[in-house]
């Protein structure tokens, strides 16, 4: 028998990737919640039955049995609905930015609006698992994290642990999304005759899903300099990450610190000195790839770090602590 | 001493396009004519200055000594503006549909609105120029062509003319066009993550664009089969046009028709047998480029036709109109 | 227990794709056959197990326990290992060209170069599973199909079929394909400054996939009209198709013919009037979507048959035949 | 009376770039000169002169009355032809690498491959204009910079010269260039299906640009992390610079440094703080646009710059140098 799971935000970007993710997923059946009547969706076949949808309402939703919502919504939906599924004992993973940070006022000054739903941070479990995974089991809300905030906080979480960071000559960090990160919403910035065949830079070193990275991997937000760009595809993340090592003798020596991190886990994968990942290796995938060089001379280092925005930064990590919530097995419905 | 022109609808693809190309031209200077507050242009570099700016007005615009204005608006503001521009004997050459039909109810037929300047639809002069260029000089109105009939209506009219087509087998025009030729304005169908790795029809055998090529060309609508096509890249026009051919031999004989009506014209050229054009060769041109096959067994025969759906599709033709109209050398500014 | 199955000409799009569908396949276990040396392989993650790996010799392959080999290689290795491993029990199915026409002198034809295993010919089983399911069952050779032949021919059949195509009049395939239907060898005309921004037409009227189409669909050579077009993106191939229809008397109508022919197939899907499949529909999937519309005031009608290259146009398509010739699901590993 | 200017790979995207500005120049009349038999050139229209054509030899290249010869060739070609045409006292800008470090040591060091014209390397001017101006009128050999170091080394030179950089800190340049870059000639790297929707990273800490930007801008090799990355686009270079500031106060301070250096230059753009330019505003231009900004609090920086890697990169600053070097106004035929 097979858990319900309903997907609020379904016709958005990562509701769609959830809807998938949870159709071929062995312990879930998936639910269309229907929060507001909208006409964007893609035609359906004639012969072809879609998955069943019911209002967006506790009562629908319990009626129907479903056990856990996924909010692939905007913060200020998702602090509604989260106050109103809650306490109805239905347990909630949050896609948006609602429950990320640990207090309203760092809300209030990163999202620039007031916290709707502030009782809930306390029982908010934010979870990257290779990171956070032990706290997840039971949680009743879980704060899935930035799309940036993954690959970053994977990239540089054991290096600050491992102490191999000079982190006085600071940490740049450079990062490249494809434009679905942006949301499905028509606007300017994201119509196609503005992104193909451009690139371009923006929220320059003041990017909310700063404080995640920081907060995730130990940095001081003076030590760290972030800056988001846009590249004309659909889907994916690289982050270019450069620092000044110490302690460490060559690339090789780089890389041992993310196997001992991260060697056997199932969704972080490493690639070989003097190979790089990109952004196709990740396409569709819930990996997380690193690559790394070091220049021995200069102790110069440079950490590349692959993720699909859709996916591992968003949909695929929201099903991988869905697991780990409920029991199931890390991997299932995600290899 | 060069003409002053005013352009209307400057943040929009067609209206960037005219920017461009009369900055450069040796006989004008352009003004930009602001008719709605905007906030959507890019930000302008410090150390550069930009193009005057006035009220589009016609006291603003008789007070600038502007002589021309160009009207890359949507038919109801080129409708309304027109009507308020021309008694001031301001000359106008309109980009939009407004005046392109001949009459009020086939306008409201194809683009399902009523016309609100009917008077001026028998001043204006709807103007292909390699196809009516003598109807040109002087006048004080012009209606320049649509895109997709521009391509079509080049392909199509010296074959019919020569009565080289089997008309009762039909007539066959696949079109593409780059995104650019729907417009600036935001919309799902046009964001980025929706086009890109994407190709899809619309406009399937009613497209509004249809009435213009069957006036040109001499074909009925029970002959045209058109349906247009979106082709994730930002501007270009390709048209693929099948036939059966009658009282030809080979492709060289079909060439000859193309090459006896444009073998002289600046802006058509014609491929070898052989070869074929395609999209990059008329980037940022004003050519209209044309490739042709004829196979002998059968006579069935296939022509394509390729330009810059903003240049001769729409700015570009708008010059050549325009130097046609003010009695200049047809290609200046264009070549 | 699983299969063994052997993929040779991994490296291709095509055998990458076969890598992905048999890795998740159910009943399948895959290998990578050898066939040559080749440095063009993606580096891999050092934390992770790749496929199992031999040499493509007919002892290697027997010793590994493989009952299938497929080959996505080139016609003239296909009918070389053909020709090695037949002799040996092992099944093959083969994505290339070399066993779709019936016999040597056509594809002598339309390939250009001798058939070297022409007496495999007889033995060869051709399936496009929707139109010739019932030959495939313990079949020792099949010929996989085209990627345009199985969009033509699909949208086609059932319309021939039931006599609702005027055929004097000619019907249209207007066909654009994604780059990956050109392998993954590099050339000039496949470079990504090439075809980026670009759209070009190739092979016109004289496509070597037309014999297929015509074969599947009962039309003759003098009836069809066949362009193959470039678009700017990895995979995904759409068919825009003309024709004048007879005894239809609207587009439901016309509907009505695919919903007798298909609607009960796994990987058929249709669209109600009004509506028209996309490349984004079929992307990574084994679907074939189909719209349709008709002018019920002249006839004219136009049909869009949309799927991947890659999976329904080949991998996917070779899964679905293989599961037939094992006496699997149909669909199994394949939704 | 136009010069005649030579153009040796004039079917390579920098020669292509060539043809076009130096076709528009009023100054000049282009000659291509075959320097190797290759049939990659794309099909000619019919009714369309193309521009003359000779050997590349020093006879046939002075009978035709060439003054100047323009190199868009690989540095091995460039050393031979340099070598030749100099001593018959043609003028060469030479758009290869081979002219542009120092010594013969340097590079063979950087470009893995002997010097095979050393003694021309003491005769050979290295010109970005903005920073060398003053040493090009009438030189004989001109060494046109590389791409990368062009935008990189007007974005550093200005802040090295101020002192408003913390060098101690370190200076990170993170580099993202367009496919054009990589040349014509065909590659698994370079193929559509492995560019699209991809993005990935290459020649990291130790790309060849980087002993030119070390030159041009005065810093030290341990100072500056430079990586290189491909861009899913035709053309364009952006580079994202970050550092620490030392004696500014505000954005506005460190745009003051720019606008000291840059506010005459016809070339460089410079974009109001809270703005920032992007690949679109410099498509085939010959500008140089930048913008930036500083974090008061803690005095990180970054600083955008921007180029068309073709015109600014290639063929627009080789004709700004050879309009130097003949003593033309520097604009000429580039706006």
């Not at 990257?128 to 995974?133: A, G, S, Y």
């Not at 819930?286 to 110069?300: A, Q, Y």
Request: proline share 6%; aromatic share 6%.
């Amino acid at each position: 028998m097979t858990m319900h799971v309903g997907i609020v935000g379904f016709r958005g970007y990562s509701g769609v990737e959830l809807q998938r993710i949870l159709a071929a997923h062995p312990r879930t059946t998936p639910w269309l919640l229907e929060h507001r009547a909208d006409s964007t969706e893609a035609p359906q076949p004639l012969n072809r039955p879609g998955l069943a949808r019911i209002a967006c309402t506790p009562a629908a939703i319990l009626e129907a049995g479903i056990e856990v919502v996924m909010l692939a919504t905007p913060p200020e939906v998702s602090m509604d609905l989260a106050a109103k599924l809650i306490p109805e004992g239905i347990r909630v993973v949050d896609l948006s930015g609602a429950f990320r940070l640990g207090t309203a006022e760092t809300y209030k000054h990163w999202y620039k609006e007031e916290h709707t739903a502030a009782d809930l941070l306390l029982l908010a479990v934010y979870s990257i698992p290779e990171l956070h995974r032990s706290a997840v089991a039971g949680a009743r809300l879980i704060s899935n994290p930035g799309c940036y905030p993954t690959a970053a906080s994977l990239a540089l979480q054991p290096l600050v642990a491992a102490g191999v960071i000079d982190r006085a000559a600071g940490i740049v960090c450079d990062a490249k999304s494809g434009v679905s990160g942006a949301g499905r919403k028509p606007s300017l910035k994201t119509s196609f005759c503005e992104v193909t065949e451009n690139f371009s830079a923006y929220s320059i070193l003041n990017h909310r899903h700063v404080p995640e990275v920081l907060m995730n991997s130990g940095l001081q937000e003076q030590e760290f300099s972030f800056t988001a760009q846009l590249i004309p595809i659909d889907r994916g993340i690289l982050e270019t990450i450069y620092f000044r090592a110490q302690g460490l003798k060559d690339t090789q020596a780089l890389l041992d610190v993310y196997l001992a991190a991260y060697g056997q886990e199932p969704f972080v994968r490493l690639y070989p000195a003097g190979a790089m990942p990109d952004l196709r290796g990740v396409n569709r995938t819930n990996f997380c790839d690193i690559g790394v060089r070091l220049d021995e001379k200069t102790g110069r280092a440079v950490v590349v770090a692959c993720i699909d925005n859709l996916v591992k930064g968003a949909a695929g990590q929201a099903v991988q602590n869905m697991n780990l919530m409920m029991g199931y097995g890390e991997t299932e419905g995600l290899l």
